[in-house]
């Protein structure tokens, strides 16, 4: 029989319903030790409950042994080992001196017998108990540990944690690890349940000084709790086109997760998450220790609504959300917000709570809304996680799908990219990336990405999404942060003035027709521009504006802040600016679509006064080019009205040749091929009269009807 160093004492209970009880064997040893407070019952471990063995003599607890971790296994004897609860240190060989909020209970052996040389490493082992009820339901454990300098967790012999790494390698059981510290640090750490079994369970921790001449050592394990796991920060993102949604989601466990989803109607009021559909996450450390996760919800259909959740058994779930996908056709509205920028006032909490009432204005005065781009500086500090939970708080990021933009305040930190999950990223341009949504396509740029080859990658992205599939779609828009023509004083900074000289007449070449971006802070509309030249009108702008612009004019519209956290003063009179407002309101846009308009009307959202309206107007498409030709002859006595209709355009046309004498149709006609057809008219002569030929655009649907006359003959 092995020895048992320990047990931890009181029952572990927690305070859900699958309680966790740890089954004791009582030693002499425990009930000396035993006076848990509530806290410690529901814990494995903490600082008095518990009791270690321990070796602080500067032997290698593994001797020979090949398997040098075979002092972290539950079969190892332990028996020769110190006993004691803790906190364990030591400061200058001495108990005390290491700080009020570091107190210690047993002191270590801090150096090498005969010297004043640190023992480099320190070994803890104790024993806990658990049933198979214990563990069931339960996804992980979390613990808090304070440890000086560095600290490597065991469970059954398996490492699950290691604190204060320093990157160098673990080598020998004996070896200083770590950096030095003025104090210990306090840390937590998590323990999968799959890493215990019913059972006894052994619990070991190496304790490491960082070098030979280490003041202090110390080592205080507070507390090891089972932990449902919180999933957090879900954000519903555009997914790459409206059939699509990206959903992004933080989980404090490890592990892996997934997102799933069902159609609301057929689940009536319960889902069986059995059934539904699912797809798994790609997940990552995140920057701020948690677990970061990103899936994509596909296969969506129009005017639907649809039920999801996100997680896993081992992480935990989020709670179910129901959100709505609208029209697939090609009449619909977004929003437009420009920077949010939670934190930017300087009161965090206050800027979420604006924004999340400024998204139920917005969403209550367009409820039909299909998706909301903002323009970037969600958040006012990039490493800062509790502006990015304040910026997705609001139930409408899990509910209406949302694109974002990189601005300089989310820049410096990979939480953007974790907290995000936009689709078709780039492979070449970070944080560049397009979207589709119905009949207009969406190309986002990272604009903090801004010297001559940051910018000429953009071109390169821009180019090849928009030249591989922009005539696609009616619509074409580019969203980035920095915007290139806006009123206050960023439109002078060195990289705006770059990037508008050297962006500006590529959206013109590539027949982009909207730009929406931010970073100014006050609302801007600009006059057609080809290129970086402003088309002037002769009328003055006005609210309500529709505008015709020609194939290389493009409208750039900047958006004032969301939130209300932060806004900009006008900068003198630019060339470029059509219209302007500060009023030091939050403002949002609503963009409309159709295929022949394009409004964006812009209001101040707490009094909905309209700020500026301004449309995009064009033809409707004109359908394909067609020559049509007819001439009448006679053939065995028989009058022929012959007919023939040639693809003068550029794509392919279905063409339909009606005559009174019977009607042809031929399907995809090439460009520069013809459809013909001689209708017999079975009588000896006829009059003057007219044929009627449509052709249609099979790609787009577009159509043109050309009536053509033909003259009269007579035969014989
Ligand atoms: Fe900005």
Redesign the pocket.
């Known amino acids: 029989m092995k020895p048992h160093a320990s047990r931890r004492p009181g029952a572990l209970a927690r305070a859900a319903a699958s309680a966790l009880a740890v089954s004791l064997v009582g030693t002499a040893l425990v009930a000396a030790t035993a006076t848990p407070t509530a806290a410690a019952d529901e814990s494995l471990l903490s600082t008095s409950g518990t009791t270690w063995r321990y070796l602080d003599d500067n032997t290698n607890p593994a001797g020979a042994d090949p398997n040098q971790r075979a002092w972290t296994t539950t079969a190892f004897d332990d028996s020769a080992w110190k006993t004691a609860t803790g906190a364990f240190g030591a400061k200058r060989g001495a108990a005390t001196g290491i700080g009020a909020a570091f107190p210690i209970t047993t002191l270590l052996t801090q150096y090498i017998e005969g010297t004043t040389t640190d023992v480099p490493t320190f070994f803890f082992r104790t024993d806990v108990e658990l049933t198979a009820a214990d563990l069931d339901g339960v996804p992980a454990f979390e613990g808090e540990i304070v440890y000086d300098d560095a600290a490597i967790v065991y469970v059954n012999g398996e490492e699950v944690v290691r604190l204060g790494d320093d990157g160098r390698e673990i080598t020998e059981n004996l070896q200083y690890h770590g950096n030095g510290r003025t104090d210990p640090v306090t840390g937590t750490f998590v323990v999968p349940a799959d890493a215990f079994t019913p059972g006894e369970n052994t619990i070991s921790v190496a304790l490491y000084q960082d070098a030979p001449t280490s003041s202090d050592i110390y080592l205080d394990v507070r507390s090891l709790v089972p932990t449902p796991g919180e999933v957090r920060d879900v954000a519903l993102n555009v997914g790459a086109d409206e059939t699509q949604a990206n959903v992004a989601w933080f989980s404090t466990l490890p592990g892996a997760g997934e997102v799933q989803w069902a159609r609301a109607d057929e689940a009536g009021g319960e889902v069986d998450w059995r059934t539904a559909a699912t797809s798994s996450s790609r997940n990552g450390t995140a920057a701020d220790g948690a677990t970061y996760h990103h899936a994509t919800i596909t296969g969506l259909e129009e005017d639907s609504d649809y039920v999801y959740r996100v997680g896993s058994a081992a992480t935990g779930w989020s709670a179910p959300t129901t959100f709505t996908t609208g029209t697939f056709g090609d009449e619909f509205s977004a929003l437009f917000v420009g920077?949010a920028?939670i934190g930017a006032s300087g009161n965090a909490a206050n800027d979420a709570a604006r924004w999340a009432a400024n998204l139920d204005t917005m969403t209550a005065r367009h409820p039909d809304t299909a998706f909301l781009i903002s323009a970037?500086?969600q958040v006012d500090s990039a490493g800062n996680a509790a502006q990015y939970t304040g910026f997705l708080a609001p139930r409408q990021m899990r509910e209406l799908r949302f694109a974002v933009q990189d601005?300089?305040?989310d820049t410096a930190s990979a939480l953007y990219d974790q907290h995000y999950a936009m689709p078709n990223l780039s492979p070449e341009q970070r944080r560049d990336y397009w979207y589709s949504y119905n009949n207009v396509l969406v190309v986002a740029i990272d604009s903090n990405d801004s010297d001559p080859a940051e910018i000429a990658g953009h071109e390169a992205f821009l180019r090849d999404v928009i030249g591989t599939r922009g005539d696609a779609y009616d619509w074409v828009v580019v969203t980035f942060?920095?915007s290139l023509y806006s009123q206050a004083f960023?439109s002078r900074d060195t990289d705006v003035v770059r990037m508008r000289e050297a962006l500006s007449p590529v959206f013109s070449e590539l027949g982009v027709d909207l730009v929406l971006a931010?970073?100014d802070h006050i609302y801007t509309r600009s006059y057609l521009m080809e290129g970086a030249t402003p088309v002037v009108p002769d009328e003055a702008p006005a609210e309500g504006d529709v505008l015709t612009p020609d194939e290389d004019q493009v409208l750039y519209l900047t958006g004032n802040s969301s939130s209300g956290s932060k806004f900009y003063d006008f900068d003198g009179a630019k060339p470029w600016t059509a219209r302007w407002e500060q009023s030091r309101e939050a403002s949002y846009s609503d963009l409309d679509v159709t295929p022949t308009s394009l409004t964006v009307t812009t209001y101040t959202t707490g009094s909905q006064r309209v700020v500026d309206r301004v449309t995009l107007q064009r033809e409707a498409a004109a359908g394909p080019a067609l020559d049509v030709e007819t001439s009448t002859r006679c053939l065995a006595g028989t009058a022929y009205v012959a007919v023939r209709a040639t693809n003068t355009g550029d794509v392919p046309a279905d063409v339909v040749l009606a005559t009174p004498f019977g009607t042809r149709t031929v399907a995809t006609v090439a460009p520069g091929k013809a459809a013909y057809q001689s209708f017999s008219t079975r009588s000896a002569a006829v009059d003057a009269g007219s044929v009627s030929v449509t052709g249609t655009v099979p790609d787009d649907g577009t159509s043109s009807v050309r009536d053509v006359a033909y003259p009269a003959v007579a035969c014989g």
């Open positions: 920077d920028q970037g500086d601005g300089n305040h942060h920095h960023h931010g970073h």
